[in-house]
Every structure is written in C-alpha cells, then in structure tokens.
C-alpha cells in the first residue's frame, strides 16, 4: 500500500497521460482537410462515365422504342449506320436523367427528356471550364458553381454560368447512342 492509502492501479493514483489520444482540436482539423480535399476531388474531371437515376441493367427501366430522335441539330437521324463514337446504351439511363460521358472531343452530355428522345450537349460549363456532374429531373448540374441547365434546350436555367450549353449532334442506331 502507498502513502495515500491506495493499494495499486486505483482510480485515484494520477496516470499518464494517454499518447494516443486525440484532442477535439486534431479532430476538427482533420475533418477540415477531408472537406476541403472532398471539395477539390469535385471539381476534377473525371475518367469515366457517370450515370445517374439508375444503375444500367435495372428492371425499372424500359429501353425506348427504336425510332428515337437525336438532337436539336438538323442533319441527324435515329436511324441508319453510325461511325461516330459510341457514348452509351439507351436503356442505360431513365427518362428524365441522362449521363456525363468523356469522349476523344471533350465532356458530352446525353440526356434522355422523353420515351423517344435523346440529346446531348458539350459537357464543359460555360462559366470556368468545369465538366456538368450530372442530368436529375431534367436538368444538367455543374456542381463546381451551381450553374443548372435545361435537358431539352441546353439553356441556363440558374448559377454564375453566362450562357447555355452547346449542342452536340448524336444519332441513335440499336440501342446505341453515337457521336454523329
């Protein structure tokens, strides 16, 4: 028994303090660096395809019927050979929703307004260069800024973005979707 009256390792004997601990202090302060990291990573443009809405392959959604338009640009058909580039699947995503795809020519975005309709527009915001993130609801959202665009027309619809979006002309042929 000590001095104090304690026989060993009782709650009252002072410890040492615990080096392994960490203050609320180192907490917040990574917390901190996750976010701003986070928030970096979201304004990077990425490798692959993002889709939204729903997974491809899902039971939920039906592939449209095989006389689809393409987009607002006169000289292209839903139908007939393509040897443009594919870009997806038209059963890959639902109506209303769309994909983000990156291509040899830069960022496209395709989205899918109607049963029977497919667009797709230059994926780049006009306002500081930033790839759109993705098509929810029918409209277009670049998350770097805010900016939000119509599905149908490529118009700004709000954020710091100056103008709309450019059309990209696509033809659809079995299912697929291709540059034009």
């Given at each position: 028994?000590?001095?104090?009256?304690?026989?060993?390792?009782?709650?009252?004997?002072?410890?040492?303090?615990?080096?392994?601990?960490?203050?609320?202090?180192g907490i917040l302060a990574g917390?901190?660096?996750?976010?701003?990291?986070?928030?970096?990573?979201?304004?990077?443009?990425g490798e692959e395809a993002s889709?939204?809405?729903?997974t491809p392959g899902d039971p939920?959604?039906?592939?449209?019927?095989?006389?689809?338009?393409?987009?607002?640009?006169?000289?292209?058909?839903?139908?007939?050979?393509?040897?443009?580039?594919?870009?997806?699947?038209?059963?890959?995503?639902?109506?209303?929703?769309?994909?983000?795809?990156?291509?040899?020519?830069?960022?496209?975005?395709?989205?899918?307004?109607?049963?029977?309709?497919?667009?797709?527009?230059?994926?780049?915001?006009?306002?500081?260069?930033?790839?759109?993130?993705?098509?929810?609801?029918?409209?277009?959202?670049?998350?770097?800024?805010?900016?939000?665009?119509?599905?149908?027309?490529?118009?700004?619809?709000?954020?710091?973005?100056?103008?709309?979006?450019?059309?990209?002309?696509?033809?659809?042929?079995?299912?697929?979707?291709?540059?034009?």
């Open positions: 028994m000590d001095a104090s009256g304690c026989s060993g390792g009782c709650a009252c004997q002072p410890t040492a303090p615990d080096r392994g601990s960490v203050s609320r202090r917390s901190a660096a996750a976010v701003a990291v986070l928030a970096l990573g979201a304004c990077a443009p889709t939204t809405g729903t939920t959604t039906q592939p449209p019927a095989e006389s689809e338009s393409a987009t607002p640009t006169e000289g292209s058909s839903g139908q007939g050979e393509s040897s443009g580039e594919p870009l997806a699947g038209t059963g890959d995503f639902p109506v209303g929703g769309g994909v983000v795809v990156k291509t040899a020519s830069g960022v496209v975005v395709i989205t899918h307004p109607t049963d029977t309709d497919f667009l797709a527009f230059n994926g780049t915001c006009p306002h500081q260069g930033c790839p759109v993130t993705e098509v929810l609801e029918n409209t277009i959202l670049c998350n770097c800024h805010g900016s939000v665009f119509d599905s149908i027309t490529g118009d700004r619809l709000e954020g710091p973005a100056p103008t709309g979006l450019e059309p990209v002309p696509i033809q659809v042929s079995d299912g697929e979707i291709y540059l034009a």
